[in-house]
């Protein structure tokens, strides 16, 4: 069974670093785009990063592009959301999830997403 496991998170002063990472088990991702999700208490699930199969092409929410970034090893099976500049805002469960198709209007929706795995959380204290 294909599974989607992340890792990385935890609590940060605001202005840290984390960096998060996807591996995926039971199957191969190496060949389908990838993204980051967030979902804070009380709040929808939000679009925060996604990334092309190849690595080539990535897109980023307002809220943290120049702050985050997503880079993937197809080799690894791994995709990565390297954090900086943390801020309180950015407090969330983040969860990873595959295999979209790759167009701006899809890359962002969480129901494109055919897999995802079970969350991380991260805490930026003030």
């Known amino acids: 069974q294909v599974q989607l496991v992340e890792s990385g998170g935890g609590l940060v002063q605001t202005g840290g670093s984390l960096r998060l990472s996807c591996t995926a088990t039971?199957?191969?991702?190496?060949?389908?785009?990838m993204g980051w999700f967030r979902q804070a208490p009380g709040k929808a699930r939000e679009f925060v990063a996604a990334?092309?199969?190849?690595?080539?092409?990535?897109s980023y929410a307002d809220s943290v592009k120049g702050r985050f970034s997503i880079f993937r090893d197809n080799a690894k099976n791994v995709a990565y959301l390297q954090m900086n500049n943390l801020e309180p805002e950015d407090t969330a469960v983040y969860y990873c999830?595959?295999?979209?198709?790759?167009?701006?209007?899809?890359?962002?929706?969480?129901?494109?997403?055919?897999?995802w795995g079970q969350g991380t959380q991260v805490t930026v204290s003030s």
């Open positions: 990334i092309s199969w190849a690595g080539d092409r990535t």
């Open positions: 999830a595959a295999d979209p198709p790759w167009t701006i209007a899809t890359i962002t929706q969480a129901e494109m997403y055919d897999y």
């Open positions: 039971g199957g191969t991702f190496s060949n389908v785009p």
